[in-house]
Every structure is written in structure tokens, then in C-alpha cells.
């Protein structure tokens, strides 16, 4: 993971972190304009996205979510950098498929430590198996596809990211606060009722028989006998 483009229109706080990400070897390029750094991100060859929400054309919510939409950016590692801290603005974000939020003013060896920590995570990511079939529920987390009883079902990025957990780690309980750390990259319990709108969201797609909440500690997905 190599080139980043930060999308950030203060020119001092851009400047400031392209600095620091090119001390650690990183191939950094610009973009003050939500439009233009889209676009540049779209036509590939970007490694990672550092994204303020605050621009002067489009907001980063609509980047997001577009570079998620399409099928040759879903996978980039996307770091929201913004002054609005707010707990609905960071659900948001992280719903619509960010990979982490650092609020501003933020410490910029944090930042650089929070881009080698997601590109750690994607490295590893990428070496685990990314396809599951228990003979009912079927996977292809590369392909982002998912499988019942043959039929595709639709799942968002994070309910998506949270099924694999559960199916790793098939009949162990997984806590609230592991997968708030692994899904989320958060450990904010004021944030843990997001956790459970995606467990609603995954059983009416897929079914309610099979994610087992264990009360006071987390869920289970049980796999067909």
C-alpha cells in the first residue's frame, strides 16, 4: 500500500499531512476539490483515501458512498479526516463504509499511525480464505456476494464485514466490544445500538434462526448441524 490521495481542501492541514505520510514512504497526491479527487480515485491507482467531510463541491459522505457503489474502488481503505465530531456524523461514516474517523485537530502521528494500522488490517485481511459455505450460507467476501440456500441475498459493506466475523469464528461468541474494534475500529460504547441495527438488518435477510444473541456479552452464528 503505497499512494494515497488525500482529499482536503486546507491547504495547511493538506500539506501538513502529505509531509508526514511521504517521511514514511508513501506517495501522496492532493486534491482540494471533492469532485476532482473522486474522479482521480475512480480511475485507479490509489492504494488509500484520507477524506474530509467538509468540501466545496461534494461532501465526503457522497464520496464515501460512491467509492463504495463502485466495483474498482469497494475495497480501498477510506480514513475520514473532519472537524465535525459528532456521534451521528461518525456512525454515519462508518456505516456508509470508512474504515476509521480522526476528528480534527487531530495529532498527525496519530494519523500516520491510524493509516499503517488500517493497512496492516487490510494486508491481513486480504491473506484469510474469502469464501465460506456451510451447505446453507455462502460467502464470497471478495466478490461481496452472499448466498441462502442459493439465492443471492444484498448486504451493505458493514453487514457484510460483520457476518464475516461472526462466520470466522463460527459457534464462538463473539463480543460487543470485539466487534465494535474489528468492524468498526471503535471502542465507544455510546456507539454499541449501531451494532444491533445491523444484527436486525442480517437476520431479516437471512434469517433469525442462525445469529444467536448471548445476553450481557455478544452474538453467535450457529452453523447448520
Known sequence: MKRIAVIEDDGD?????RLNLER???DVALFDRGHDGLIAVQGGGYDFVVLDLNLPDLDGFTICRELRRDSR???????MLTARGSERDRVTGLELGADDYLTKPFSVRELVARVAAIARRTRAAAAEPTVYDDGELKIDEKSYRVFRHGTEVKLAKKELELLWLLVRNKSSVISRER???????????VETRTIDAHIRNLRKKLGSERITTVVG????YDPPQ
Open 13 to 17: 492541514i493538506a500539506f501538513t499531512v
Open 24 to 26: 514514511e514512504g508513501y
Open 217 to 220: 456479552f455478544g452474538y453467535r
Open 73 to 79: 474502488t469497494q475495497e480501498i481503505p477510506i480514513l
Open 179 to 189: 466487534i465494535l474494534s474489528e468492524v468498526w475500529h471503535m471502542s465507544d460504547e
